[in-house]
């Protein structure tokens, strides 16, 4: 088999391999780095419509909009004004049991967890009267992510503060003189959002078997999504 042969059989076999799938499938197409929180994912459904994720170590960046296949030109039309009005109502606490206390020392027992219900070891619970922090009081957390405060009445009206390397901080506002127990479950600090909103991008796109296609970027890297239909 000469060399001319074998040229026009690899090139079938590469236009075969690029060329599998005649369209985009509904459903999620994901590019995961390996070893890393770096995630991008296409979220392609009927009518044309595109959802784009992509998660760093930095930052998420979130867009939506139409999208055009045509001629292996993949163009996307982020729409404006991305909605993004959602607020999470929940308090980062809950009072399992309070109690009147006869002398004027006032017991706080606490429990600190993350989302996963596991406990959070060290972490931080504090209180001062209002700036003055020679009146502070700190305690941490065991290794079941639990701990005591203890303070007197003179401290009602101002705050309790949780705190974790790592998580978002909230407190808890002493109005009374009753002694407490609490559930707290700290979240993990979000990262920044960052909204493609108002723009066209255009990428070459040579799809692969199995409804999966390659994206080449604006520095002639190909990256691999992998289709998923749930």
Same mark, same amino acid.
């Given at each position: 088999?000469?060399?001319?042969?074998?040229?026009?059989?690899?090139?079938?076999?590469?236009?075969?391999?690029?060329?599998?799938?005649?369209?985009?499938?509904?459903?999620?197409?994901?590019?995961?780095?390996?070893?890393?929180?770096?995630?991008?994912?296409?979220?392609?459904? !009927?009518?044309?419509? $595109?959802?784009?994720?992509?998660?760093?170590?930095? =930052?998420?960046?979130?867009?939506?909009?139409?999208?055009?296949?045509?001629? %292996?030109?993949?163009?996307?039309?982020?729409?404006?004004?991305?909605?993004?009005?959602?607020?999470?109502? =929940?308090?980062?606490?809950?009072?399992?049991?309070?109690?009147?206390?006869?002398?004027?020392?006032?017991?706080?027992?606490? #429990?600190?967890?993350?989302?996963? !219900? =596991?406990?959070?070891?060290?972490?931080?619970?504090?209180?001062? #009267?209002?700036?003055?922090?020679?009146?502070?009081?700190?305690?941490?957390?065991? =290794? #079941?992510?639990?701990?005591?405060?203890?303070?007197?009445?003179?401290? !009602?009206?101002?705050?309790?503060? $949780?705190?974790?390397?790592?998580? +978002?901080?909230?407190?808890?506002?002493? %109005?009374?003189?009753?002694?407490?127990?609490?559930?707290?479950?700290?979240?993990?600090?979000?990262?920044?959002?960052?909204?493609?909103?108002?723009?066209?991008?255009?990428?070459?796109?040579?799809?692969? +078997?199995? !409804?999966?296609?390659?994206?080449?970027?604006?520095?002639?890297?190909?990256?691999?999504?992998?289709?998923?239909?749930?």
């Amino acid at each position: 088999m000469n060399q001319k042969v074998l040229l026009i059989l690899f090139i079938l076999l590469f236009y075969h391999q690029f060329s599998f799938a005649q369209k985009l499938e509904p459903g999620k197409y994901v590019y995961d780095y390996p070893y890393t929180d770096y995630t991008r994912i296409y979220n392609f459904k !009927n009518d044309s419509i $595109f959802e784009f994720y992509e998660r760093t170590d930095i =930052d998420i960046t979130i867009g939506k909009g139409k999208y055009i296949l045509k001629d %292996s030109i993949l163009t996307l039309l982020y729409e404006s004004n991305y909605d993004n009005n959602k607020i999470d109502p =929940d308090l980062c606490y809950k009072i399992t049991k309070e109690y009147f206390t006869y002398s004027d020392t006032i017991i706080f027992s606490f #429990k600190i967890t993350d989302n996963n !219900n =596991d406990p959070l070891v060290g972490a931080v619970v504090s209180l001062y #009267k209002g700036n003055d922090l020679t009146s502070r009081i700190i305690t941490k957390t065991n =290794d #079941k992510g639990k701990t005591k405060l203890k303070f007197d009445k003179s401290y !009602n009206g101002n705050v309790i503060n $949780f705190t974790y390397v790592g998580y +978002e901080s909230c407190g808890y506002l002493i %109005s009374d003189s009753l002694s407490k127990a609490f559930e707290i479950r700290l979240k993990q600090l979000q990262l920044p959002v960052l909204y493609i909103s108002n723009k066209t991008l255009r990428f070459v796109l040579r799809f692969d +078997e199995n !409804n999966n296609f390659f994206i080449r970027d604006e520095w002639n890297h190909w990256s691999h999504f992998i289709y998923r239909n749930k």
